[in-house]
């Protein structure tokens, strides 16, 4: 608390960065033409024009739609690169007041359906059915892309942890916009608990790790089934088809960035079986994944295990090793 405490003194004495996690810090990004619009948080305006900025780090929270505190953890990591006054940094709040979530909405807030997977991995609206998820984040980077607000930007990464992990493997696939937006994307999948396989195949064996059909498909019948695989897709999701979605996943740069530590099962791990066939572990989960796409679909994917950092978004995202990813270099002249 004290480090951040300095932090925060030392970021308002630079004027330009708003650094708190307060509503002072936040705006409404307006969807599908409005009314509908869902919150950020973010350090720069989005509809002031700021010609330093170079950068766009969008981190997607976990699942406790936490977005203030993944602010504070990006906030945290952009002051350890020095990265505050040429990034906009920004969480999205995936808010949801339905099927078990209780969160407080504004006037025509949407609301993400909180039902199992459906927020993480593209499900429709509980309170519109034109909207997704995906959606919200698409409207985001294309209000970048289009540099009115920041004419200088270069670069645009879209990263997140835990659940957030999981929206972006399934977001960095399914989306229909990465090449039209005219800003390079990257994008980091940190510590999921489960990825979207491309087909029916899964890792088998620890050390030298190898893909072949999974061989329990008669007890777990729901192994290949969206998101686990691309049975059944819903949503976002459905307006791919399943190659599309193999070729999008394989030629887009992602990071897989997982914790050393992250061997436990806490922190919302997902014991079920179309999980545990992806691995026994979110640490064996990833390594797996990194492999499968990389040797089965040609893809250039990369993945960077954090030393001694478990299930624990701070702990990853203002890591040493993982500020460079974060915070690319962008060419300045």
Avoid at 109 to 125: H, M, N, Q
Avoid at 138 to 156: H, M, T, V, Y
Wanted: net charge neutral; hydrophobic share 40%; aromatic share 10%.
């Amino acid at each position: 608390m004290r480090f951040l405490s300095i932090f925060f003194i030392a970021a308002s004495a630079w004027g330009a960065a708003c650094t708190n996690a307060t509503p002072a810090c936040t705006e409404f990004v307006t969807l599908a033409g409005g009314p509908t619009r869902s919150l950020i948080y973010r350090t720069y305006s989005l509809d002031t024009r700021n010609e330093k900025i170079t950068r766009a780090l969008v981190v997607i929270h976990g699942t406790n739609r936490d977005a203030d505190n993944y602010f504070r953890t990006s906030l945290a990591a952009a002051f350890l690169a020095d990265a505050l006054e040429d990034t906009v940094v920004i969480a999205p709040r995936i808010a949801s007041n339905a099927a078990g979530c209780h969160d407080t909405l504004a006037p025509n807030e949407v609301s993400y359906s909180c039902l199992g997977d459906s927020w993480r991995s593209g499900g429709v609206a509980s309170n519109n059915d034109k909207l997704t998820s995906f959606d919200f984040v698409d409207e985001l980077l294309r209000k970048l892309a289009a540099r009115q607000a920041f004419p200088n930007l270069k670069s645009i990464v879209v990263a997140g942890h835990s659940a957030g992990g999981q929206f972006v493997n399934r977001y960095e696939m399914s989306n229909r916009i990465h090449e039209t937006l005219g800003v390079p994307v990257t994008y980091i999948v940190a510590n999921p608990s489960s990825y979207a396989y491309l087909d029916n195949t899964r890792p088998v064996g620890e050390g030298g790790i190898t893909f072949r059909p999974y061989g329990d498909a008669r007890n777990c019948t729901t192994y290949d089934h969206w998101p686990y695989g691309f049975q059944g897709r819903t949503g976002y999701n459905t307006r791919s088809t399943d190659d599309q979605l193999r070729k999008q996943l394989a030629s887009r740069p992602v990071t897989y960035l997982l914790g050393e530590l992250d061997i436990l099962p806490l922190g919302g791990f997902d014991g079920s079986c179309p999980a545990m066939a992806q691995g026994s572990t979110r640490l064996a989960r990833g390594q797996a994944f990194e492999k499968y796409v990389n040797e089965k679909f040609a893809a250039k994917h990369q993945v960077l295990v954090v030393g001694l950092c478990g299930h624990n978004a701070r702990c990853m995202f203002t890591a040493e090793s993982a500020l460079p990813l974060l915070f690319p270099k962008t060419d300045t002249h």
